[in-house]
Structure formats: structure tokens, C-alpha cells
């Protein structure tokens, strides 16, 4: 039986509209092992619809509290370190220590992005002219997206999303 992978999106599995699927070969045997869903127009429009009703709510979360997903994440990705290299050795060919190591970049990003809220801070300028102050603040963007390369299937990833959900924007991930 092959596993067929699906679309995560507004945080459930699901199928999609689509109707191709694409094989994923197990590269040290050339076998099979899973086949994939390729999205279509309404999977891609469902996906951004999803996000920006989050980014509502996400972008007003505090920045304590988005950082504090992210810590949990870090944790979660650091306890199963193992499992998560054993599947991109599996899909990707990668040995193992280059897959531990690719995660392991990927977490130092998150780990910089939980130290956002200083990168996130405002400025505020007194008098700049006769009556007039200045203020700098930053917000999310709302929904950002991220198309990744094959060959660092869990690292470039981290790279990306990771900041964005920690400045308060959603997130759209579309891997190779």
C-alpha cells in the first residue's frame, strides 16, 4: 500500500482538489514509498485564505506569546531529531549526519527568532523639527510565503517560516 501525502492546510490534512499525483522514489532504492498530491489553483487559494483569516488574530498575539510557540516548536523538533533526519534520508538521500545537521541550522534560526522582540522594537524621536516627533513601529505583513529547494528540505524551510511567525505574520510553505 503506498502512503499517499497530503496538503496541510488551516491545520488539518486534507486531500485537496487536485487530481495529479507525483510518485516520491526512495532514493537508495529507487522504490517507491509514498506518492505525492500536487495542489492545484483552489488548494493554493484555499492555503492563502486560510492564513489570512489567522494573520488576524496571529499579527495580535503578543510577542511573548508567539515566541513561546516557537520555544515549544524547538523543543517538539529537538526531541524527535531523529525521526524527522530518518525521513529526509528516506525521501531525500541525504546520510544521516547531513540530515541531523540541516535540522540542526534550521533550529539555530528558531532559536533567533525567539530573541525577535528585540530585533522588533519601535524608535520614537523627539523634535525632530519645530512640533513634530517621529515614530518608527513595526507590524506584520499578514501572510508571506516561502518556496523552497529540494536539496534542504527541512533547513531553508526553518529559515524562512520561523521569522515570519515570530514577527506575527502566517505563513504559506510551497516545498519542491
Keep these: 500500500m503506498t502512503i499517499t501525502i497530503k496538503h496541510f492546510i488551516n491545520g488539518a490534512e486534507t486531500a485537496g482538489e487536485g487530481d495529479r499525483t507525483q510518485p516520491v522514489y526512495n532514493p537508495a532504492t529507487g522504490a517507491v514509498s509514498a506518492e505525492l498530491r500536487l495542489a492545484n489553483r483552489a488548494d493554493l487559494d484555499a492555503a492563502v485564505a486560510a492564513a489570512k483569516a489567522a494573520a488576524v488574530s496571529w499579527g495580535n498575539f503578543s510577542l511573548a506569546k508567539r515566541t513561546g510557540v516557537l520555544f515549544k516548536f524547538r523543543e517538539l523538533v529537538a526531541a524527535h531529531i531523529d525521526e524527522l533526519a530518518a525521513l529526509i534520508t528516506a525521501e531525500h538521500g541525504k546520510v544521516l549526519s547531513d540530515a541531523k545537521g540541516e535540522i540542526g541550522r534550521g533550529l539555530e534560526v528558531i532559536e533567533f527568532a525567539c530573541g525577535i522582540p528585540q530585533l522588533l522594537k519601535g524608535?520614537?524621536?523627539?523634535?525632530?523639527?519645530?512640533?513634530?516627533?517621529?515614530?518608527?513601529f513595526r507590524e506584520p505583513l499578514g501572510v508571506v510565503a516561502g518556496i523552497t529547494p529540494f536539496n534542504f528540505p527541512a533547513m531553508v524551510p526553518m529559515w524562512m517560516w520561523a521569522p515570519a511567525i515570530a514577527s506575527g505574520n502566517c505563513f504559506v510553505l510551497k516545498p519542491s
Excluded at 520614537?124 to 518608527?136: E, L, W
Design 123 to 136: 524608535d520614537y524621536s523627539d523634535q525632530v523639527s519645530t512640533g513634530i516627533d517621529v515614530f518608527s
